[in-house]
């Protein structure tokens, strides 16, 4: 369930018409609404604690949406952070966050990463290889502190969904082996700069079928009795994130309460915390993406391309995997026309969908991109020297900037010439 409903100005976020937002902030724009934010994450972490898991790290997935007004609704109902660089660890930070609600996650984390994360006291830092176990040994030894560590295991299990995004198969970069984290989980016991505490897994995003994650997160139970059986100690299990949402044209998701039974049955028993790190399930349908249409262009050979005034430097999805988000009016208007719909970046690629049956648009009507919640803005970029697009967030009318649109001025400022140029 979402909080975007058409009334009488047409498609609203709460109560916050579409076209006002954007008549005032400009387009393009990504607009979120708090309280389906609000209400994901609390149906999520209810789903879960009503099956009986006791006490669950939800540790948003901030690579999702990390604009630090998200973290810190998502933070102020008690959820943690996942998080994978020093910057998010600062988002998740800044936005109020306890270092005891953060994990750090990522294949290749740096040096000052590491000491970052540790001096913040982070919750867990998820070992991804031996190497970096010996690098996060290495900066704790250098601090004086002891990190708490939880290994990535890489399950070996196909989890549907695009190539691109699948993480838990063994030719992926993700994790460790499971024989490789039982002799790794052993070593770090005995070092004096290491406190194992834990096992994690994901195995990809936009999952909608829960057998693959029922799969592997059997395997991960297994592990934690084995390791606990070998005399280790292990307080938490991390399952990871990646349960999917409904873009209108993928096989519905499976609900949270489904989930979070499938979890509460695999791990029925067992000794251990569990944490879970969800993004997209949290965001994606708590935001859209508004752009204005340029013009029709029609071609001599019957081909409509809508022009509009977002690109793929602003919503990279279909671009990138091919995804699919549903576009509607914001005005509704009856008819049907058969559209390209293709914004002003100088790439084939820079289609958003093809052959699509939408309402007639003509130029200066509004467009919203459903679903553009997670993964939208947080992989937007300035390509062609577009502005970064701006943020908003809604709760109930009011609504707020919450991240703004720079201006051309602030953008040249960053280029420096040097004077021998
Ligand atoms: N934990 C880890 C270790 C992850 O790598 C990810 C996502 C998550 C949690 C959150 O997964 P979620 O619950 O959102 O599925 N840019 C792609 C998605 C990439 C996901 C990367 N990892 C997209 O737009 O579809």
Redesign the pocket.
């Known amino acids: 369930m979402n909080h975007f409903e058409y009334g009488p100005e047409g498609l609203a976020c709460e109560g916050a018409p579409l076209a006002k937002i954007a008549a005032e902030v400009g387009t393009p724009v990504y607009v979120y609404s708090r309280a389906t934010l609000e209400r994901h994450f609390t149906v999520f972490r209810d789903a879960l604690v009503n099956a009986g898991v006791v006490d669950p790290l939800v540790a948003y997935?901030v690579?999702?949406n990390s604009n630090v007004a998200v973290l810190k609704v998502l933070g102020d109902l008690g959820a943690g952070a996942?998080t994978?660089s020093e910057g998010e660890v600062r988002r998740a930070l800044a936005a109020g966050i306890p270092g005891g609600r953060i994990v750090f996650?990522g294949v290749g984390k740096k040096r000052d990463e590491i000491a970052f994360a540790l001096k913040a006291g982070v919750a867990e830092i998820n070992v991804e290889s031996e190497p970096e176990m010996e690098l996060i040994a290495a900066v704790a030894a250098e601090l004086g502190v002891r990190a708490k560590i939880a290994f990535r295991v890489n399950p070996d299990v196909a989890a549907g969904g695009h190539a691109k995004?699948a993480?838990g198969k063994s030719e992926n970069k993700f994790g460790v082996s499971f024989a490789e984290a039982a002799r790794l989980y052993a070593n770090a016991s005995n070092n004096a700069a290491l406190e194992p505490i834990g096992v994690a897994c994901?195995i990809g995003?936009?999952i909608t079928d829960l057998e693959p994650m029922r799969a592997a997160f059997t395997k991960m139970r297994g592990l934690v009795e084995q390791l606990i059986g070998e005399g280790l100690s292990v307080e938490r299990l991390d399952l990871?994130?990646?349960?999917g949402v409904p873009y209108f044209n993928h096989p519905e998701p499976p609900p949270p309460a489904a989930f979070a039974a499938m979890v509460a049955e695999v791990t029925k028993g067992l000794p251990v915390k569990l944490a879970f790190?969800?993004?997209?399930?949290i965001a994606a349908n708590a935001g859209v993406m508004v752009s204005e249409v340029i013009h029709v262009h029609e071609r001599p050979e019957g081909r409509k391309f809508l022009v509009i005034d977002a690109a793929m430097n602003d919503l990279v999805?279909p671009a990138m995997?091919d995804?699919f988000h549903d576009i509607r009016p914001v005005h509704p208007k009856t008819g049907e026309s058969v559209y390209d719909v293709v914004g002003p970046v100088c790439e084939t690629g820079d289609t958003f969908t093809r052959d699509r049956a939408l309402p007639p648009f003509g130029p200066g009507d509004l467009v919203a991109f459903m679903s553009a919640g997670?993964?939208g803005s947080a992989?937007a970029s300035e390509y062609n020297t577009r502005p970064l697009v701006p943020e908003v967030l809604v709760d109930g009318d009011r609504y707020a900037v919450i991240r703004k649109r720079p201006t051309y001025d602030e953008m040249l400022a960053r280029d420096l010439v040097p004077d021998w140029v």
């Open positions: 997935a690579k999702a996942d994978v996650s995004i993480t994901h995003s936009q990871g994130g990646g349960l790190e969800p993004g997209r399930v999805r995997y995804a997670a993964y992989m």
